[in-house]
């Protein structure tokens, strides 16, 4: 291929001058001399060969001479991060940089499905029973079996609130099979509105507050299953499903398989909404990460309100014959309660974080019938999160070394997953990848996991993991205190994430 000179004096290819006929368009081979044209191969790209100074150069080290010392790991090979400008911001307001400039959103799009889908109801109801129903977020208990116990609570009596239930379920089933489309929120919104009707009423039995909590949850789970920008509305309808249990007695009442559970499926997803709520941050403007006394001190001073804090809800309870894998969801509720306590911490309060530490770890959970192939992996990744989180939290706990193996061994259980529907676990662990490697392993099992027909989305904890990965990045090495990077990040997210 015949290349342009460097002289000034020698026609450019590409330009009019020195073509047959200026108004015909140049080819390829003449625009850039780099391509050359084969009628079997079409275009081709052609690379400089080694050493040709005049079509190629190669950058010199930032590097010249090596360092030596404890800083030495962080200049010898200079690395690529993937970040963007609002990581960049938000790095600089995690230094402190920037104290006076505004927090960064993390926000997902609304997915909304523009085509009008309207399936009839009782093709919508069948497909609850066998597809949307899976979808539940539930723990320790089968979702289908749950979506099952829901048809029957809602088939219980003609009354106004089973109505809700129906159409509650309705709801749900349109927006698993079709995304955010405008049937799922009409029918959302009738449900609503039964609900609020039925509020207005004096007093309420215990199946009427059955069916009360069913409807509740499912609208609940409607926010939770899409989680977009417009999907805070979860915590409302968890609130108000709460008080609806105390104030007709349901938690009191003999209990069947049912209401059980009902009972272990909200104190699910109470416990989660805490672990959210104690990481929601209001007034983190210009709150440095990098000087971990300080950042300790401001969480104690301006702890988050709870949502059972609030004088008009409780803290629910499980069931009394919840599944043995709920006594994990009872350490996390521990754990939260532990972190929340002020510092410096005492010597009882050490006490029990070792004893809760030791409770992780010697926790061993029996198999079910309703148990799948994966369900033992993904109880002990719970597990592991549980390990990483409360010694991430209070390093003296525990020996870095040790809680590092607890991260080793759970990215060699990531791969042998081949879904995860319990989001906990995937952001605690998924916030310790370091390399590409493990980066990569986490996003190929959320890949896997929305797969599913009716997998929830993941859509806020990959944008959480990329945005604290980011910082990780940046921070190059600098000591970043883990509650507060955690805060941080929750706290820049439009709505309140759940990781049920």
């Given at each position: ?240 499903v709460k008080d609806v249990i105390r104030a007709s007695g349901l938690d ?159 990215f060699e259980l990531i791969p042998r997953v081949r879904a995860c529907d ?79």
């Amino acid at each position: 291929m015949k290349m342009a000179s460097a002289s000034t004096t020698e026609t450019l290819p590409g330009t009019f001058e020195g073509l047959d006929d200026p108004l015909k368009p140049a080819t390829p081979s003449e625009i850039c001399p780099l391509l050359r044209i084969s009628e079997e191969r079409g275009l081709k790209l052609s690379w400089p060969h080694a050493g040709d100074a005049r079509r190629s150069q190669v950058g010199k080290s930032t590097t010249t001479e090596p360092i030596h010392g404890p800083q030495s790991s962080q200049h010898d090979s200079p690395h690529m991060v993937h970040v963007s400008s609002r990581d960049v911001a938000m790095h600089y307001q995690f230094s402190g940089s920037e104290p006076g400039s505004g927090r960064p959103v993390l926000e997902v799009p609304l997915p909304w499905n523009p085509i009008s889908e309207q399936v009839g109801h009782e093709e919508l109801f069948e497909y609850f029973r066998h597809t949307a129903s899976k979808a539940l977020p539930v723990f320790g208990h089968d979702a289908s079996e749950l979506g099952n116990a829901l048809i029957r609570i809602a088939l219980s009596g003609k009354t106004t609130l089973s109505t809700a239930v129906i159409q509650s379920i309705l709801a749900f089933s349109a927006l698993v099979r079709h995304n955010v489309n405008g049937q799922a929120v009409e029918l959302k919104i009738s449900a609503l509105k039964i609900l609020q009707s039925a509020s207005t009423s004096q007093a309420m039995s215990p199946t009427e507050g059955a069916q009360h909590v069913a409807a509740g949850m499912l609208l609940c789970s409607f926010e939770v299953h899409q989680a977009s920008c417009t999907s805070g509305e979860w915590t409302w309808y968890l609130r108000g499903v709460k008080d609806v249990i105390r104030a007709s007695g349901l938690d009191m009442v003999r209990q069947d398989a049912d209401v059980a559970m009902l009972l272990d499926w909200v104190y699910y997803h109470d416990v989660l909404a805490r672990f959210s709520l104690r990481h929601r941050r209001k007034d983190f403007e210009g709150m440095s990460l990098h000087c971990p006394a300080t950042a300790k001190s401001r969480i104690s001073e301006n702890s988050p309100t709870s949502l059972s804090s609030v004088p008009s809800s409780v803290r629910s309870e499980p069931s009394k014959s919840a599944p043995p894998a709920i006594v994990l969801i009872e350490l996390l509720s521990n754990i939260c309660d532990a972190v929340s306590q002020p510092t410096p911490q005492t010597a009882d309060h050490k006490t029990f974080l070792k004893i809760l530490d030791w409770r992780i770890r010697t926790t061993a959970i029996p198999a079910t019938p309703q148990d799948t192939p994966d369900t033992p992996v993904i109880l002990e990744l719970y597990q592991l999160a549980l390990l990483v989180y409360i010694n991430r939290a209070n390093p003296k706990l525990q020996p870095p070394a040790k809680t590092q193996q607890h991260v080793d061994r759970a990215f060699e259980l990531i791969p042998r997953v081949r879904a995860c529907d319990r989001q906990f676990p995937v952001f605690v662990l998924g916030c310790e990848a370091r390399s590409d490697e493990q980066r990569s392993a986490v996003l190929d099992l959320i890949a896997r996991t929305e797969r599913g027909v009716s997998s929830r989305s993941f859509n806020y904890v990959r944008i959480l993991l990329q945005a604290v990965w980011a910082q990780d990045d940046l921070a190059a090495g600098g000591e970043v205190d883990y509650l507060q990077k955690i805060s941080f990040v929750i706290s820049c997210c439009r709505i309140l994430p759940t990781f049920v």
